[in-house]
């Protein structure tokens, strides 16, 4: 990795376990939990939500101001959500914010960072570490023996609710060891990288949800696919990460559907 490379990793690092520490803080009080909503009733938002992803970009400008972003509490307020070739941060404040309101203790602050729309850290081959350890997936090739991660996300329209359900049904009749989702996309793709459970998928993810989670799964051995087979595309909304075993197993049971791109341009 070249220095200044380097130097914008080490930075997200630096700006990450700041942003941790205040989150692991606002968990702990009541207050900085208070709850606002969304898209819909299920789709939530905190002070530190916002707060979070303030420190986070205001941190990178100081150091890099020619740097673009892509945050969801920014793009929540009316910024546009679009990939350039740019140097860009994407930013989820807080990924797992149903859980940090119910103080359902897995909650990830996701950072990645993209160049010619590619996301960077970690691709050139230096592996990928949880506090210096370095991660690795799953070795299990029998989808039968594996653990699936998946999230039921924040769309409740009958006909995406049955979509969900029937991707899933199909999944357990593989039948595999078990299905589990830790609430958030980021700690589910860290889990694949991990080796604890095979495969991720979800439909209906966001760009800043998977970003950061998509280059660790990879250094880690793993594979990313679109949910049809085929690449992926961290605009789509749909994602599969998995150990490369399972991945074309789960692919084949998922009932795939397409939600509103991320970079589709807004409606009036
Ligand atoms: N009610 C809900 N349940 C689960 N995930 C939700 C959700 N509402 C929004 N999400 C978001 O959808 C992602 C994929 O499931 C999660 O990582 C989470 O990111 P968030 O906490 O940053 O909003
Ligand atoms: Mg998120
Ligand atoms: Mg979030």
Redesign the pocket.
């Known amino acids: 990795m070249d220095d200044v490379l380097q130097n914008i990793m080490d930075h997200a690092v630096a700006v990450a376990r700041e942003a941790g520490q205040v989150v692991r803080e606002a968990l702990c009080d009541e207050k900085q939990r208070d709850v606002m909503t969304k898209s819909s009733t ?3 938002v905190t002070q530190t939500d916002q707060r979070v992803e303030h420190l986070i970009i205001q941190s990178v400008k100081k150091k890099f101001p020619t740097h673009r972003f892509i945050g ?1 509490e920014s793009v929540a307020a009316g910024e546009a959500c679009v990939l350039t070739d740019d140097p860009t941060w994407i930013i ?1 404040p ?5 859980n940090f309101v119910h103080s359902f203790p897995f909650v990830a602050v996701s950072i990645g960072f993209s160049v010619d729309k590619k996301i960077q850290f970690g691709v050139e081959g230096k592996g990928a570490f949880c506090n210096g350890e370095p991660l690795q997936v799953s070795d299990q090739e029998d989808v039968r023996r594996s653990i699936i991660a998946t ?4 769309n409740r329209e009958t006909e995406t609710v049955e979509k969900i359900f029937s991707s899933l049904r199909n999944i357990l009749n593989i039948p595999v060891h078990g299905v589990r989702g830790a ?4 700690v589910n793709m860290c889990l694949v990288a991990s080796g604890c459970v095979e495969a991720y998928y ?1 439909v ?2 966001h760009v800043w ?1 998977v970003a950061a989670g998509s280059v660790i799964v990879e250094e880690a051995g793993g594979v990313l696919m679109d949910v049809e087979g085929g690449p992926v595309d961290l605009m789509s909304r749909r994602i599969v990460a998995a150990n490369n075993g399972t991945v074309a197993h789960i692919v084949k049971e998922i009932d795939a559907f397409s939600p509103t791109r991320d970079d589709a341009p807004p409606t009036q």
């Open positions: 299920v789709d939530l969801e989820d807080i990924d797992g914010t149903t999230e039921f996300g924040s609430g958030t996309a980021a979800e209906g993810v949800d």
